[in-house]
């Protein structure tokens, strides 16, 4: 009986010690705390008088979006290019600039920075496809029925998003090769062989 007693004592201590624990100790992450501003794009490439629009998120410190955010758009050069209360950026003159964007949820406020180059549009551009994993420069402006020519250093393609856009460029280690654009529009492309390497071609 004595025995007995004693293993129901210890299944009881057991069963407390797997229960116990209070606050955040079953897995809780806590109330949401804006830890991050995230604009997108990240960086703009604009014809004179061509527009993009920016849009600001927040991010929570588990990379969550929040609610409840207001954000304030500065452009560092208007004559290069502005923006609206609305984060419409407009090319002014050819030249290069950013964008600070301040957002508050609260009473935190966090900011983030977004590259803005203006250039006037030519027949022909030259992309260099480098040992960095980047495009340079990242945006080209041509004509409409101009081309726009890669050169590679290293092994990357090109391959554009959705329709619309040239025959893709297969990877590639060197060498050149050219597109045309026949249609005005904004390009974007991508190497699938490196993540995060991206570019854009826009024709007037």
């Known amino acids: 009986m ?23 100790g079953g897995g809780g992450t806590g109330p949401a705390v804006f830890t991050s501003l995230s604009v997108t794009p990240a960086t ?22 929040m609610s409840g955010l207001a954000v304030q758009y500065t452009s560092g050069n208007q004559a290069v290019a502005t923006v609206t209360a609305a984060g419409v950026v407009t090319g002014v003159a050819v030249g290069a600039t950013s964008i600070t964007a301040s957002g508050t949820v609260g009473s935190v406020t966090k ?4 590259s803005v180059t203006v250039a006037a549009p030519s027949p022909s551009a030259s992309v260099d496809a480098t040992v960095q994993n980047t495009f340079n420069p990242a945006t080209a402006f041509i004509t409409r029925n101009g081309t726009v020519t890669w050169n590679f250093a290293t092994l990357h393609n090109v391959i554009f998003d959705g329709s619309g856009g040239p025959t893709n ?3 590639t280690a060197s060498g050149s090769v050219s597109r045309t ?24």
């Open 181 to 204: 654009f026949p249609t005005a529009g904004t390009f974007n492309y991508h190497c699938t062989i490196h993540p995060g390497m991206n570019g854009a071609v826009v024709v007037q």
């Open 169 to 171: 460029i297969n990877d």
């Open 2 to 24: 004595y025995k007995a007693r004693v293993l129901v004592v210890a299944a009881l201590a057991t069963v407390a010690g797997c229960g116990g624990g209070g606050g955040d």
């Open 111 to 114: 900011t983030a920075t977004v």
């Open 44 to 65: 703009v490439g604009l014809l004179v008088n061509g527009t993009q629009t920016l849009t600001a998120t927040a991010k929570d410190q588990n990379g969550g979006s």
